[in-house]
């Protein structure tokens, strides 16, 4: 679809307003419902705010998309304006404007428990000196209990139990409005930004009194340090000098951060919660706040517990004030993904870095998450889901690898465009979209090689999945549907299905067919198109011809002893902790003892050292010379990884029983 | 003993300083060994210090006393010439210089463990609108474990287990060093003193951003209400206003004490402490800080756990480094007592009201510590000792009862004058340390009317025990050794001894003799002379003159079926919770089962409403007109009440045993 350009010229001449770039009401125009969220959390910080005072959302119920857009309150106008005209005298439009305030804390933390849930790679541990800066962690089902501690102008701290039980144990008046207030009394600069840049320049030490001040060094009796603090503004009591801006704006960022920071590690100890979210205007992008909230954590439960931040936390207010607007069909009920095409990436490494990567998104950013109709679950047979990572590199801190795949997909790129164009022989048009693809998708290659913590890891997976959603993003949702496929091996396939009987198989398959014998078996496939990569759509067909072919595949199918089941995926790879929920129920009723992965998306660059309960093989010819050369073989050398589990369960099981 | 008065007026000569009052050193000169304790906690702090810097302490071997002095650093050269001149050139005197800071900490701990446990009425609550504004905390012996919260520059949290067993468990860089050097940034005023006093005037509402300024009212949802603090300085951050020093200052009060209360009871409740003791120059005397302290820990533990301060707590460390030096004679084998001729009571309400009190006692304070040769202990047979009170009136708390004992004991003083003169009518100088006993006991009584928490609840018992320990101070050991007493009613008690029989009798026996037949008897009378009470040494003769003239007395002895058995106590009243350790033993021993109290002092001033474990008669002739009157009987009523605990215990016991 294209965006509707024609609202950005009708209204920077009449409001002379700077007006967001297209893409940002891009498909407002087909959405059915939306949600405005008016975030004035502070009414006195209207002025100066940094933070983004209005959001929009937006879900199609066409595509089953939810948008978040943030921009600043300047475009609020043009934004009105823009849903009187286009949308407002449409009769099927719902809007909803959500301005209940009774609700804040629950919108936060409906939103929180909904990205927790949904997006993988969405808490990080910030690590300022460390190779990467971002450690994303990896989701666990389980997301609770932990403990939110949401720093706005003061503090507020929750203990989330469940998705309905959560209660507000604690809070502070010591929050981003006592630096940003009190900051400005001592500094007379009146920017919340300003602050923080003045912070990151002062020495705190010749504002703060600390140990070694007062004892000479460290005071070895109790274990302190001498380069603790031990009286924040100590030395500006009787000292007849100035101090300067710098040095008092960072002896005010320690401050409130270490006290913030004991506060949350008192109250998690307290409520034994080891999962310690921030948020709030004071974390929001502020690498610097990240910085001396983590160290603060660190030292205050020496390293036992983690501060953890979220990509999306900025989005937390809007997504729970949409949710709860849409209970009538529970987002919950469904499982949901980010939209890489859609959705601004995390922000630069620092402000001074990439000043202008930040204004820019400091006026928009965006998060899209597509819905699946099914829900999304670990596969039964992982041997431990808390520590799995379907990934088998980690680009985000292999440096060499990121430039080689970084390099790879944009060498790709232009075979990808021809492709998609030859994929649509009967759309002229396709070449003009074809081609804004492959600005969008470069775009994404330039920004992941400078943020490449922009969307969680950046691994083969997510680069391949970005460009699944770019090409979706322009209508091209299966550029492989048309023959000749760029890989076929549905006759290698045939041959390998003389392997030795198991009671029941479970195969992860991407491009290729099967033919089974003796044992049942479970063909587990992406739900939605992904490369060249067979759907569950297309196998029910693919079964159905080979079966009027072949008997032992008809008794199959007849007998129930081969069942075709959707993944819940539509990636070239695969992620064993978001499967179909059906799948993981089939998996344990069939009593599975087999699970066999193959392809190079799904058993390299995913899963190759994912450990299972059950035996299992993974499977891959290595087709890329780089990879090859990395792991020690030769361009098509075959990976046949044939593993059985430690304890050998179903082995000593079976001696068991007569 | 004279003060030395020829100090003052050498040193006023040559060295132009403002001396002390006499009554600072006038104990030095027979000091045998003492310790100057240089406080120097905070050396940037040294020239607007409000904390006492320097702190003298001094045991003398003879009276067994311990005397803290602290006072400011402008006297240090008149004390070290004074030490030098009158002390050093002395072979036996002992010096000790305390100025080891490795363990500030422990000295402190140690100094708080031993006012606790020998100070009654150490501990208070601050409860700045109630009627009484002190409320003193019954001592428990049991006084572990406690939290101590120092609130000096910064703020440091321990826990303390045990005498020898205590753990730094916390901190904050926020402390009062941080309302001193933001204060004095913001409002330019260098004097800790005058920040408090700015912040007494000033509205935190201008300043800060509270709940109600958000959203319109209080946050009913998460049950905030509207006047609570939601960002300390939040309305700073925009306002292009000037606000106010006051308002500031008020501001930041607010915010040091609310932090410093919520990190108090996370450390509380986290390590199920239930009390938690504050001290430090933040707190010091300081009625606002000590208010804005106990309203936050009321906020955050919604009245679960009392803020408790220290009546000494300005003594813990020089206490604390006395004792850590005289371990060689561990003072913790003795009980203590404070004498309350010798030490500067608490200090008044408010600056503003009594800012003459306030600026002499903030120039000298003083401590002394009676040591009693025995430790004493519970009566074995109280029913609850946690929370038995000795005093039967609160004076502090009871105002026509205050306005009555004060009045009377004024009334009364011209007598007792007389009678010190009169029992020392060999000495011609007695009349001038009479007329110097009077000045001072009507001094006292003067501040006791305006400041009625000085040393404690005000009770009947503690303005005799006051009398008594000014009669002391000025050589008048005993006004009522010499006949004729003022009370003998000797004849009365021989009437009395027809009762039926007891296994044994526990006696607390104030000014009359005993006899007894068939019951074992235990008679405890006071160690040490106080009015005309008999003391265990004068009891002993009696004892043994009647035992010339009467056989039961006389088998009784002889039988060990009547032992005599001091007290402990040198006061008129009977404080059962302060009791000699060889009279508990002797009760437990005995299995006795009849506890016997009389006289008014004993029995009515103090534990009329006590409760035993066994049988127990209080007996008393009431002698005063105006408490016979508020009692509802006569003057002259005699009291006799029999009391039986409530599970009747002893006899239900008998019935078991054939």
């Known amino acids: 679809m294209a ?68 921009f600043e309150n ?58 990467s800066e971002f450690r994303f962690q990896t989701t666990d089902p389980d997301i609770f209990p932990y403990l939110l501690v949401n720093i706005g102008s003061g503090v507020s701290i929750a203990k989330v139990e469940s998705e309905d039980k959560f209660e507000r144990i604690g809070g502070s008046s010591i929050g981003g409005g006592t630096f940003w207030g009190l900051g400005a009394l001592l500094t007379k600069t009146k920017r919340f930004d300003e602050l923080l840049q003045l912070a990151s320049k002062g020495q705190h030490s010749s504002v703060d009194m600390l140990v070694k001040d007062i004892y000479g060094g460290s005071y070895g009796y109790l274990g302190l340090t001498g380069d603790l603090i031990a009286s924040s503004f100590g030395k500006s009591a009787t000292a007849d000098k100035e ?50 909230i983590t160290y603060s954590i660190n030292f205050f439960t020496k390293g036992e517990v983690q501060a953890l931040f979220l990509r999306h936390e900025g989005y937390l207010g809007a997504i729970g004030a949409f949710l709860k607007g849409a209970e009538e069909d529970n987002p919950n009920q469904y499982s949901w993904g980010e939209n890489y095409a859609g959705s601004s990436g995390l922000m630069s490494v620092s402000p001074d870095m990439y000043p202008m ?68 022989p009967d759309m002229p048009e396709a070449a003009v979209r074809a081609e804004k693809f492959r600005q969008k998708y470069r775009h994404k290659l330039q920004t992941l090689r400078y943020q490449p913590f922009a969307y969680g890891s950046l691994t083969v997976r997510s680069l391949l999945d970005t460009r699944e959603h770019c090409l979706n993003e322009f209508n091209f949702p299966d550029p492989y549907s048309k023959r000749p496929w760029l890989v076929d091996s549905y006759d290698q396939w045939l041959e390998r299905l003389k392997g030795p009987p198991h009671k029941c198989a479970l195969l992860f398959v991407d491009n290729s067919g099967l033919l089974s014998r003796g044992t049942e078996v479970v063909l587990a496939s992406n739900s939605g198109p992904a490369l060249n990569d067979v759907t569950n759509g297309e196998l029910q067909i693919l079964t ?31 992620d064993l902790s978001r499967l179909d929920k059906a799948l993981a129920m089939v998996v344990r009723e069939r009593k599975t003892d087999l699970v066999i992965i193959e392809g190079m998306g799904r058993a390299i660059h995913t899963n190759y050292f994912a450990t299972l309960s059950c035996e299992s093989l993974k499977l891959a010819v290595i087709k890329n010379s780089w990879l090859a050369d990395r792991l020690g073989g030769k361009l098509f050398s075959v990976v046949f990884k044939y593993e059985v589990p430690a304890g050998k369960p179903s082995q000593e099981a079976a001696v068991l029983t007569p």
Chains 1, 2 share one sequence.
């Not at 849903?83 to 305030?101: P, S």
């Not at 999962?275 to 001396?292: D, S």
């Not at 690898?401 to 790879?408: I, N, S, V």
């Open 3 to 70: 965006p509707p350009s024609h609202v950005a010229s009708n209204h920077t001449m009449d409001k002379s307003i700077t007006l967001p770039p297209d893409e940002i009401f891009r498909n407002l125009e087909n959405a059915k419902r939306f949600a405005i969220d008016i975030v004035a959390k502070v009414r006195s910080f209207d002025h100066t705010a940094s933070d983004k005072l209005y959001e929009i959302s937006v879900q199609e119920e066409v595509t089953a998309r939810l948008h978040f857009i943030k």
């Open 74 to 131: 300047a475009y609020i106008e043009t934004c009105l304006d823009f849903i009187k005209d286009h949308l407002v005298n449409t009769e099927t439009k719902v809007i909803k404007a959500t301005v209940d305030k009774e609700d804040e804390m629950s919108c936060l933390i409906k939103g929180c428990n909904f990205v927790l849930k949904n997006i993988p790679h969405e808490a990080f541990v910030y690590a300022k000196h460390a190779d």
């Open 243 to 292: 101090f300067s801006k710098e040095d008092m704006a960072k002896s005010l960022l320690h401050m409130i951060s270490n006290d913030i920071g004991q506060l949350a590690c008192l109250y998690a100890r307290l409520h034994n919660l080891s999962r310690v979210y921030f948020g709030g205007f004071f974390i929001r992008g502020h690498p610097l706040t990240m910085h001396t």
């Open 357 to 424: 990567q930040r204004a820019r998104s400091g006026t928009f950013d965006m998060l899209e998450m597509d819905r699946l109709d099914r829900q999304l679950v670990n596969l039964p047979l992982l041997q431990e889901p808390s520590s799995y990572i379907p990934d088998t590199v980690d680009l985000t801190e292999d440096a060499p690898a990121r430039e080689y795949w970084l390099f790879c997909f944009e060498d790709a790129l232009d075979g990808v465009v021809k492709r998609a164009v030859a994929s649509q």
């Open 544 to 574: 159905e011809r080979i079966a009027a072919m072949d008997p032992v595949i008809q008794s199959g199918l007849r007998d129930d002893r081969l069942t075709l089941v959707q993944n819940g995926s539509s990636s070239p790879c695969l």
